[in-house]
C-alpha cells in the first residue's frame, strides 16, 4: 500500500473484503480477472473497473489481484476520476475510460503514472476554501477541532462550510476527519510505530475503537491487511497537504 498527497493506492490480493463503507471515493479495478459489486442502488454488478462513491455500503468479491485507488476527497482527483467512468448509475462509476491500460500496466508502473492513468495528469481546482480546510484536518488529525472552530478558521459560516464540504469533497467533514487519522496511522506505521500507538497518536480513543473503524472503511482489519503481508510505503515522507498539491 502506497500513501501520498491526496491518495492511498493497494496492489495485491482481493483479501475478501467484508461489506464496508468508505470515508473517500474508491476506484476498484480487477487486474486478473473480473469482480463483482454488490451494492442497494446497483445489485449485483461484475466489472473490471468501478469507482465506488464515499458513505456508500457495499462488498466487493474478487479473486486474484486487485488495484484500489481511495482518492482523498479533499483532492482534485476524485472529480477528475469521476468524469473518466463511461458509466454513472446510482451514484458509482463504470467502465474507465483508460481500463485496458490500469489492467495492463498498474502492476509495473509507479503510483504516480497509476494516478495519472487512473484521474489524468490535469485535475479540476477545488475551492481553495475547501483545500484550506483538508490540510488543517490533515495537519493535526488528532486536534478535536469542531465545525464551528474550522469554518471561522476558513472565514465560512458553519453551515455553508459543510455544505461545500460535502459538495466539493465528496463526503462530510467527520469522515473526511477519519481519513485524516487513518492516513496518519498509515505514515507512523511505515514509520515503524505499532498500530495501537500510531491509532492513539492519530486522535482514536482506543485500540478497538480504531480496529472498528478500519474495518467499517475498509472491510477488513488493519491487523489483517498487515498480517496478510501487506507493506505501507509512504510516497512522500511529508504527505503534502492538499493545498500544496493543489498549487503546483
Given at each position: 500500500?502506497?500513501?501520498?498527497?491526496?491518495?492511498?493506492?493497494?496492489?495485491?490480493?482481493?483479501?475478501?473484503?467484508?461489506?464496508?463503507?468508505?470515508?473517500v471515493a474508491c476506484?476498484?479495478?480487477?487486474?486478473?480477472?473480473?469482480?463483482?459489486?454488490?451494492?442497494?442502488?446497483?445489485?449485483?454488478?461484475?466489472?473490471?473497473?468501478?469507482?465506488?462513491?464515499?458513505?456508500?455500503?457495499?462488498?466487493?468479491?474478487?479473486?486474484?489481484?486487485?488495484?484500489?485507488?481511495?482518492?482523498?476527497?479533499?483532492?482534485?482527483?476524485?472529480?477528475?476520476?469521476?468524469?473518466?467512468?463511461?458509466?454513472?448509475?446510482?451514484?458509482?462509476?463504470?467502465?474507465?475510460?483508460?481500463?485496458?491500460?490500469?489492467?495492463?500496466?498498474?502492476?509495473?508502473?509507479?503510483?504516480?503514472?497509476?494516478?495519472?492513468?487512473?484521474?489524468?495528469?490535469?485535475?479540476?481546482?477545488?475551492?481553495?476554501?475547501?483545500?484550506?480546510?483538508?490540510?488543517?484536518?490533515?495537519?493535526?488529525?488528532?486536534?478535536?477541532?469542531?465545525?464551528?472552530?474550522?469554518?471561522?478558521a476558513v472565514h465560512?459560516?458553519?453551515?455553508?462550510?459543510?455544505?461545500?464540504?460535502?459538495?466539493?469533497?465528496?463526503?462530510?467533514?467527520?469522515?473526511?476527519?477519519?481519513?485524516?487519522?487513518?492516513?496518519?496511522?498509515?505514515?507512523?506505521?511505515?514509520?515503524?510505530?505499532?498500530?495501537?500507538?500510531?491509532?492513539?497518536?492519530?486522535?482514536?480513543?482506543?485500540?478497538?475503537?480504531?480496529?472498528?473503524?478500519?474495518?467499517?472503511?475498509?472491510?477488513?482489519?488493519?491487523?489483517?491487511?498487515?498480517?496478510?503481508?501487506?507493506?505501507?510505503?509512504?510516497?512522500?515522507?511529508?504527505?503534502?497537504?492538499?493545498?500544496?498539491?493543489?498549487?503546483?
Amino acid at each position: 500500500m502506497w500513501l501520498g498527497a491526496g491518495h492511498a493506492l493497494y496492489l495485491g490480493p482481493s483479501l475478501r473484503l467484508d461489506r464496508h463503507s468508505g470515508s473517500v471515493a474508491c476506484l476498484a479495478v480487477g487486474l486478473d480477472t473480473p469482480f463483482t459489486v454488490h451494492a442497494d442502488a446497483i445489485g449485483a454488478r461484475t466489472v473490471r473497473t468501478v469507482l465506488v462513491p464515499p458513505r456508500t455500503p457495499h462488498r466487493i468479491v474478487a479473486d486474484g489481484r486487485m488495484l484500489f485507488c481511495y482518492l482523498d476527497s479533499g483532492s482534485p482527483r476524485a472529480a477528475a476520476c469521476r468524469d473518466r467512468m463511461l458509466e454513472q448509475t446510482g451514484g458509482f462509476g463504470f467502465d474507465h475510460v483508460e481500463e485496458t491500460t490500469l489492467i495492463r500496466r498498474a502492476a509495473d508502473s509507479a503510483p504516480a503514472a497509476v494516478l495519472d492513468l487512473a484521474c489524468g495528469a490535469r485535475t479540476p481546482d477545488i475551492d481553495p476554501r475547501i483545500a484550506t480546510a483538508t490540510a488543517i484536518l490533515c495537519a493535526d488529525p488528532a486536534a478535536a477541532i469542531s465545525a464551528d472552530q474550522l469554518a471561522a478558521a476558513v472565514h465560512l459560516s458553519k453551515s455553508r462550510l459543510l455544505h461545500l464540504f460535502s459538495a466539493q469533497a465528496g463526503t462530510t467533514f467527520r469522515r473526511y476527519r477519519v481519513w485524516a487519522r487513518m492516513l496518519a496511522v498509515g505514515r507512523a506505521v511505515a514509520d515503524g510505530a505499532d498500530l495501537t500507538t500510531a491509532a492513539a497518536n492519530a486522535g482514536f480513543a482506543s485500540p478497538s475503537h480504531f480496529s472498528d473503524t478500519f474495518h467499517a472503511m475498509f472491510g477488513l482489519t488493519a491487523a489483517d491487511l498487515l498480517g496478510a503481508g501487506a507493506r505501507i510505503i509512504v510516497d512522500d515522507p511529508g504527505l503534502l497537504l492538499p493545498q500544496e498539491e493543489t498549487a503546483r
